[in-house]
């Protein structure tokens, strides 16, 4: 392919994102697809991608069903015929249909000014013309019968006469059977005429016209004569519907040739999204990436034609600095392939794939990618390996530049290692100085010393395991990578006393590899080491957001308890207030001093107020700071303390390790580990009538009683409060029709003083607070 380098294989992932498209030339567009030099381009395809995978998730397909008749229709007209037929008319319709469609849904979900929105723009909505194709034709691509209403007169006429000579000649045949004047075969229509199956020896016996043979000339095909004018009849009005039919088809034709160049701009169109939705099937199969503008730093880079359930993701981090990787190790153990990966995450996101690298992802915008790699010799052109080599780098020579990505793949193969090594340390460094960012594999000690040695060099290398001699194709950052010559001869058999003296002859390289290799191994077993302390960092940080999560609950649970245990007090305190205040008016009747009163009632009230936040602070203090007693056998009847409830309960049943207690109104289901038993029993309940004379009571509760029901026991009440020196009374009543006919009886009675709504934590709308008269 025409910019990208063959041995990048680029076509082969461009096939299998063309069966990702539902036309073939959609297909054909994505085969075509090259990867873009300008950014700009580049981010426009990456969005298109990403609004198509959107609309891809919503339902929406591209609209191509009938791309290839509506092709094959246009091009008829282009070479100027006179009318479609009705089956191209209707996929025509079908066309400009799922245009329209596909327009209008791609609009309430795309903003007009994104990317995609171009393409769908050039989609054309001709309402009117695919309506008018669909509704003169059928969905078996015939003419309707009532394509025009003259049409549909003659259509019905044919049918009628057909009808009708059907019978007759059915009539004749049965008369003519009977006789064995006909052949077994039933009469046919021969040339829009209906015949007999007549014997050639019995043709005096029918009276007509012959219209045909059988190929044997043993039967005639003889029209009756009583049946000619009738035919002729039925001939011409079928004349007047083909007529007709032709009339229709050519209006029609003379619609679509008006709509021609919309109709063209809207194939163009869908085929284009046709092929980005392609792109966008593929990028969601392959999870791919578009990496972000920035330095190296591909995370999980893999080749996308290695299947993922085989491929080893590597990480490629450079810093800012790099000019030229070296990356060395082993041959098969990857080098070749990370470097494809990385040249095709370029091509890739440049073609509005994304690249296969994972999020976070980041890398330089690369206008174009040149590479050196693969046997290139070519018989034909007198070129050796080393030579197709030679012609690769004086193009990279020529024509790259600072956004330029060149990839060579052993750049002294195939020649003398020394001076095919200094050669390429030259390549390399002319390369460097030009700005180009290049990916070389290698084997020469002599590039990888310069690697060390050099600004903007850098070494890499791919792992290998020494002790099973197989690779772990994973990219080691700033190491340089041992061949394993010797290791891999004798894993393939070759004699110990050649490998010995190979060793002797290597000399200086043998130790260096040794040592490379020794290296490598360090290097592996820090980063084992790192990773572990960086595992076990992450579970100590585990471990302390638990026990942070442990401790709010804690806080959580201890807040809700004092929140019920203060509403219990504020519950108990109203009810006190209420007493006090029917005490006041007794000793404001029996001569005592009201505000002496209220003053007394004040500072008792402050007093329990302060008590009682004493008692649940002390309660909770108590409970947090200090374990509950150890207990003994607990048995049903027991009175015991709950840990986190600040009131003590009576167990009710006990069930293996838990308990059900009764506290107050709570049944609460509890850990015996939880309970303590208590050395004497709960405290009795202060009794009612210390604080209110026993034949009163300050709540009158109607609820579940008839209007007259209620006010009866209101009277009685009232009556009863005011003998006990009660003045003031809750009266619940609901929130419905009684509540309207309490209150309105309330507001009439002269014992009432005043009639307020209660306040919400005493029934709100559902309850009034009553205040009596003085009877004296």
Known sequence: MPGIPEPLEFTRILRDVAGGCLSEQGAMAVL?????????????????????????????????????????????????????????????????????????????????????ASLVAGLPVLDSLFTHLLRITTPEGELAPGASPRFAKLFSQVERMRREMSARVAELAS????????????????????????????????????????????????????????????????????????????????????????????????????????????????????????????????????????????????????????????????????????????????????????????????????VSMGDNQSIAEQLSTYSARLAEQRNMLRHADETTLAIIDEPAAGTDPSTGAALAAAVLSELASRGVRVLVSTHMGQLKKMASETPGFLNGSLAFDRETLSPSYSFIYGVPGASFTLEVASAAGIDGSVLERARVLAGDSFRLDNLLTELTMINEARTRETEALAAERLSEAQAARERESEHRSAIEELSLLLEINREEHRLKLQDISSKADSLLAVLSRGGTDPGLAREARRKIRELVVKETDKTLAGEAVKRHSSAPPPTGELSPGDWVDLEGWNQPGRVESIDGATARVRSGSFLLTRPVSSLSRRNDPAPAPVPFSEWAPVKGSHEVNLLGKTVDESIGELDERIDSAVACGLFRLRVVHGKGTLMSSVTGWLKKDRRVKTLTQASPAEGGTGASIVILKDGS
């Open 32 to 116: 075509g697809l090259q990867p873009t030099p300008s950014p700009e381009r580049a981010l426009e395809l990456q969005t298109e991608t990403e609004e198509a995978e959107m609309l891809n998730t919503m339902g929406l397909r591209p609209p191509v069903d009938n791309a290839r008749v509506l092709w094959e229709s246009l091009a008829l007209l282009e070479r100027g015929a006179i009318y479609l037929e009705p089956l191209q008319l209707r996929e025509v319709g079908l066309a400009a249909s799922g245009f329209a469609r596909f327009k209008s849904a791609a609009c309430a979900a795309n903003p007009p000014a994104l990317p995609l």
């Open 175 to 370: 008369r003519y059977t009977s006789s064995g004047v006909l052949r077994d075969s039933p009469p046919s229509l021969r040339n829009g005429r209906f015949v007999l199956p007549v014997a050639s020896g019995k043709r005096g016996s029918v009276s007509g016209i012959i219209h045909d043979r059988s190929e044997s000339g043993s039967t005639l095909f003889i029209e009756p004569s009583e049946m000619v004018a009738q035919g002729n009849a039925m001939q011409e009005a079928e004349v007047e519907l083909q007529r007709e039919k032709r009339r229709i088809l050519r209006d029609a034709t003379a619609l679509v040739r008006a709509e021609r160049e919309a109709l063209e701009m809207g194939l163009e169109a869908s085929v284009e999204i046709d092929a980005v939705f392609a792109r966008a099937v593929y990028r969601a199969r392959e999870n791919t990436v578009f990496p972000g503008s920035g330095p190296m730093n591909l995370l999980g880079l893999r080749h996308p034609l290695i299947p993922r359930d085989r491929v080893v993701r590597s990480d490629l981090t450079l810093p800012d600095s790099w000019r030229v990787l070296v990356i060395s190790g082993p041959n098969a153990g990857g080098k070749s392939v990370l470097m494809k990966a990385a040249a095709l995450a370029s091509v890739m996101a440049r073609s509005g794939l994304g690249a296969c690298v994972g999020p976070g992802s980041t890398m330089p915008f690369f206008r174009s990618v040149m």
